[in-house]
């Protein structure tokens, strides 16, 4: 029987990748590299074969859809921000089986879900930059799952409840990844360059602070009741709806792990991240 045997709510942001390349701004998200090499270490200490990253990059307006390709090889340019992400080679096995399975559940569910082998399916910089440092050396298989910006948060408890069941079905060791920001309201663009290392309006850096004690208090009960109006108020990437699946095959309320900050809380160009751990 498969496992979730690594959860996390991971950043992405670009800033990440200009650390990591170029000398103007070397090591200005060292903390977010530190914390993604120590997800990076649990992995390999729990066997994961299996990385499903819910990508807030890969948004999708009707249903719910998984990137099934055996093979996933390219070389990455953002479209969004082609002057922060450039000249990104990857080359990851997929897991079309698992990918297969997890459909199953959503359609006996009744679901609408599909999954994508074409050649041409990519991939997003939600998956593509967390995997360039956490999959360096696991050289686990990569199932990237799309976040539907129009869905509600209910869907995607139940999305995430189906996808702990295909894992349960499968014979994985998985790792589960929410990849997306806490609050996203990023800062205005004749203020972008002065904003490169800020949180856009202390009301959104003090919400994230309250809900990252919230977690560390293991209080998500109370923070799941929030959430559609965290994701709202704090204009939440994709509407959060990347943490809304997190909780889901996490277990939603019933949750009673803990957190472990591996990255603390950093502004960037507007939006709020960190890296943090939830037990399994």
Avoid at 34 to 57: C, M
Avoid at 94 to 120: C, F, N, Q
Wanted: glycine share 10%; charged share 25%; hydrophobic share 35%.
């Amino acid at each position: 029987m498969g496992k979730i045997v690594q959860a996390a709510k991971i950043t992405h942001v670009p800033s990440i990748w200009m650390s990591h390349t170029m000398p103007k701004y070397k090591g200005i998200r060292q903390s977010a590299i530190d914390g993604y090499a120590r997800l990076r270490q649990d992995a390999i200490d729990r066997g994961v074969e299996t990385f499903i990253v819910f990508d807030t990059h890969w948004i999708t307006n009707q249903g719910f859809h998984l990137n099934t390709k055996e093979h996933h090889k390219g070389r990455f340019i953002s479209h969004e921000l082609p002057h922060m992400l450039a000249d990104m080679e990857f080359d990851y096995r997929g897991d079309h089986e698992l990918g297969e399975t997890i459909l199953d559940v959503l359609r006996e569910r009744g679901e609408r879900a599909l999954g994508h082998s074409h050649p041409d399916m990519g991939m997003e910089y939600g998956t593509l930059l967390p995997m360039h440092f956490i999959n360096d050396g696991v050289n686990a298989r990569v199932l990237p799952v799309a976040v539907n910006q129009f869905s509600s948060i209910a869907e995607n408890r139940a999305w995430g409840e189906a996808i702990a069941e295909g894992i349960r079905r499968s014979d994985r060791n998985v790792s589960i990844l929410a990849s997306g920001s806490l609050s996203h309201d990023f800062t205005p663009n004749e203020r972008s360059v002065d904003g490169l290392n800020a949180v856009n309006g202390e009301f959104n850096r003090q919400m994230d602070m309250r809900v990252l004690e919230l977690w560390q208090q293991g209080r998500f009960e109370e923070f799941l009741e929030m959430l559609p109006d965290y994701a709202k108020k704090c204009t939440g990437e994709c509407a959060m709806n990347d943490t809304a699946l997190l909780f889901g095959a996490l277990g939603w309320g019933s949750y009673k792990g803990e957190i472990d900050i591996y990255t603390p809380y950093f502004g960037s160009s507007g939006t709020g991240q960190a890296n943090v751990s939830f037990s399994v």
